[in-house]
């Protein structure tokens, strides 16, 4: 009981601060409630693990009081303004009438309630026990509640007892704010964070799938999405992939809005959720520059080179630079994985070109392979090939393009892998966890494929 | 708009694999009795069931037996396995180092090091050696 009202308050401060971040943002944007709602969740959890830091960079010890404190004009601000805005009078004669749910929705609502549901139970059930969910990201946030800060000189003090301490720190600093609220280090119930970020990621699939599909068929995409095993699986065990999965994706969707609708909103969005995936896990370097080519290459395509698209672009190079830069400065490497070969550029290239069939053998074990992903892959490279010049055209471009970038990407990742265990180890280990970051995107590039073709379920 | 034979075949094997590796580790991996059995368990107990009861039981002596921030290192324990880092992830801030004051023992029967003495003894394969003042 005590457990659900800690939970409670807690994401009641998240989703505040993230509401109130987001009506600062933009006037416009997110239209639905449910929409801003999930936005808020990640945006919120972003927002305060950030402070986080800096409050440690200027020495300010963590409570509930030092977090929550900077935020309060912010929130007085928005409650106001929303206010003045009348965002929170519900008319019912606004309200759209809908239409009573099919048979088929009907199925489909059950399918995603009762994965939902059951990502909650099985997160809740057990207490933080997966390798890297505990050896990383579980300690790291032990670390931080004990020591009520990131310790400075966090990386040299401590890379004996934590490994990886050059991991972006989103997820242990979301998990030492949960555990400040309950007052203890409560390994199960803060992993409630987790199933909370699929059904954010479930709610914001849906509402952009909305925007291009009539309900029935939103309904079934998102039903393909929330019951995809790989997906559910990582909802519940306290890794990072998950919540990287919901940054990276909702920062695609948001600029592939802006590309369509020039709404600036949106791409304020795009580039404060891609900051976010770049806090969450290295990879998300990676999707920082793929937003930024798709943005530059779909605008070149329509021939219709906005500032603001070249801005967000460069912004989002200069994130990368200067997270590269930071990371440099404190003496880490990116990724431990890729600092310990000692050869030359030359013979780190060769070696990478041989491992290209091992790469692809493993590729296609996730591709066909329906335990962890259903048939989601096999229904992409059928609607690839099916729809080839459609994957081209300009409403898919920049879903296709992302795609192709996030292969070549990921492949450029394990040629350079450096790992001690081994490249085998890292393929195998890690390859259908890298899957799982571009997975929303390859939902939606099946939701727009499915549009284009004007077919109906 | 044209009704989809492809989509709706999709669906349908969709759905039997859906349901197929939904249910089937509920049985083929016991998941469903896990379940039962966690479900009438409080945290602490969960814990343990989760990470191993002799492995937790080692844990808990030695939370009770070390004094706060304490260094240690680990012999019985694979380096890097995963129970070595739930272990290290449960005692912190008692931390794991090179040239520790106390030697946990896990299942090695009559382990002995220059200069540590029997600490705390959990049975004759689990104890804690400390280092003995010079």
Redesign the interface.
Same mark, same amino acid.
């Given at each position: 009981m005590l457990d659900l009202l800690v939970i409670l308050v807690w994401l009641a401060c998240v989703l505040i601060v993230g509401w109130s971040a987001l009506s600062f943002t933009f006037k416009k944007g997110p239209s639905s409630p449910g929409e801003r709602m999930a936005l808020s969740y990640g945006a919120g959890i972003g927002l305060i693990t950030i402070e986080m830091a800096l409050l440690s960079f200027f020495n300010i010890k963590f409570n509930i009081f030092s977090i929550m404190i900077w935020w309060v004009p912010l929130v007085a601000w928005a409650l106001l303004s929303d206010y003045r805005e009348k965002r929170f009078i519900f008319s019912p004669a606004g309200a759209k009438k809908q239409k009573p749910f099919s048979l088929a929705e009907k199925f489909f609502i059950f399918?995603i309630s009762f994965e939902a549901v059951y990502a909650f *139970?099985r997160a809740l059930? !057990?207490?933080?026990?997966a390798?890297d969910a505990? /050896?990383i990201y /579980? =300690?790291k946030a !032990?670390?931080f509640y *004990?020591a009520k800060a990131v310790p400075h000189g966090f990386a040299a003090s401590f890379k004996?007892?934590v490994p990886h301490v050059e991991y972006p720190l989103l997820l242990p600093l979301s998990e030492t704010f949960f555990y400040i609220f309950s007052g203890s280090v #409560?390994? $199960?119930a803060v992993k409630i964070m987790f199933p909370l970020y699929y059904l954010a990621l479930l709610s914001v699939f849906y509402f952009l799938s909305r925007r291009f599909l009539e309900r029935k068929a939103s309904l *079934?995409f998102t039903f =393909?999405f929330a019951?995809i095993?790989q997906i559910t699986d990582f909802a519940t065990n306290g890794y990072a992939d998950l919540p990287l999965a919901f940054y990276c994706s909702t920062s695609f969707f948001y600029l592939y809005l802006w590309l369509r609708q020039k709404e600036r909103s949106f791409l304020v969005i795009s580039f404060i959720c891609s900051l976010f995936a770049l806090w969450t896990k290295t990879e998300g370097l990676v999707f920082a520059l793929i937003n930024a080519a798709v943005a530059v290459i779909c605008m070149m395509k329509q021939k219709q080179i906005r500032p603001v698209g070249l801005i967000y672009a460069l912004l989002s190079v200069l994130a990368v630079a200067a997270y590269l830069l930071i990371v440099h400065s404190i003496g880490l490497a990116v990724n431990e994985d890729f600092a310990l070969s000692q050869a030359s550029p030359a013979s780190r290239i060769l070696t990478g070109i041989k491992r290209i069939p091992a790469i692809l053998y493993e590729y296609q074990i996730q591709f066909f392979g329906? !335990?962890k992903w #259903?048939?989601i892959w096999v $229904?992409f490279i059928a609607g690839f090939i099916a729809k080839f010049r459609k994957s081209f055209s300009k409403d898919i471009l920049p879903a296709t393009l992302a795609i192709a970038f996030v292969f070549a990407g990921y492949t450029a990742i394990y040629m350079l892998s450096a790992a001690p265990q081994g490249f085998g180890w890292h393929l195998s280990t890690s390859g259908s966890r890298l899957f799982i970051h571009f997975l929303p995107i390859t939902v939606f590039w099946l939701v727009l494929i *499915?549009k284009e073709s !004007?077919?109906?379920? | 708009m044209k009704k989809n034979i492809v989509a709706r075949a999709a669906l349908a094997v969709w759905i039997v694999f859906w349901v197929l590796f939904l249910v089937r580790p509920l049985f083929k991996k016991g998941l469903l009795g896990e379940y039962a059995a966690l479900s009438v368990l409080s945290g602490e107990e969960r814990r343990g069931r989760v990470t191993g009861e002799e492995l937790y039981g080692f844990i808990k002596f030695c939370r009770a037996a070390l004094p706060e921030y304490s260094t240690y290192k680990i012999v019985g324990l694979e380096h890097d396995s995963l129970e070595h880092r739930r272990l290290r992830y449960y005692l912190y801030p008692d931390a794991e180092k090179e040239d520790p004051e106390f030697i946990l023992v896990y299942k090695t029967g009559d382990f002995k090091s220059d200069g540590y003495r029997v600490f705390k003894t959990l049975d004759a394969e689990k104890y804690i050696l400390r280092l003995s003042k010079k």
């Open positions: 399918g *139970f059930i !057990k207490p933080m026990e390798y505990i /050896a /579980a =300690l !032990k670390i *004990f004996d007892i #409560n390994d $199960l *079934f =393909l019951t095993p329906p !335990k #259903n048939i $229904l *499915f !004007k077919l109906e379920i | -």
